[in-house]
């Protein structure tokens, strides 16, 4: 399974993007990130190919794990609406705009359950452009 993840939108705040997976006629998702920094740690993931695989965590049950992050670990897709909800991790929403001032993601709790059915719990490649 292939997830194709196009970056949209960037600005010192956070990136915005659309996820579409492939072979799939699906509506899409919108996504958001961290911006780019200095620093890889606090980061948006680098364009490139990565595999992903179900996980769950303490914090966060039936996600998904990006893995072969150079630099980093514990990426992964989940749910939120602002930068600050990303953890340096991948959020998923159903639609993209300005809530409270901020640049945000919305309905992304029901986006990411809508996600995790066309998924399951199967392992995919993610690239990212």
């Not at 960037?10 to 998702?29: K, Q, S, W, Y």
């Not at 809530?99 to 995919?124: C, D, H, V, W, Y």
């Amino acid at each position: 399974m292939n997830i194709l993840l196009k970056r949209a939108w960037a600005d010192n705040r956070c990136t915005l993007g659309m996820l579409t997976v492939e072979g799939i006629n699906h509506d899409p998702f919108f996504t958001l990130e961290n911006p780019k920094r200095e620093t890889e740690k606090d980061s948006l993931i680098p364009a490139g190919t990565y595999e992903c695989e179900p996980y769950s965590g303490t914090k966060y049950k039936d996600v998904y794990l990006v893995k072969g992050v150079p630099g980093r670990s514990a990426i992964l897709f989940h749910w939120g609406n602002f930068e600050k909800d990303t953890e340096g991790c991948i959020l998923v929403g159903d639609g993209a705009g300005m809530l409270s001032g901020q640049p945000a993601i919305t309905g992304s709790k029901l986006a990411f359950e809508r996600f995790r059915r066309l998924i399951g719990q199967n392992k995919f490649t993610l690239r990212i452009v």
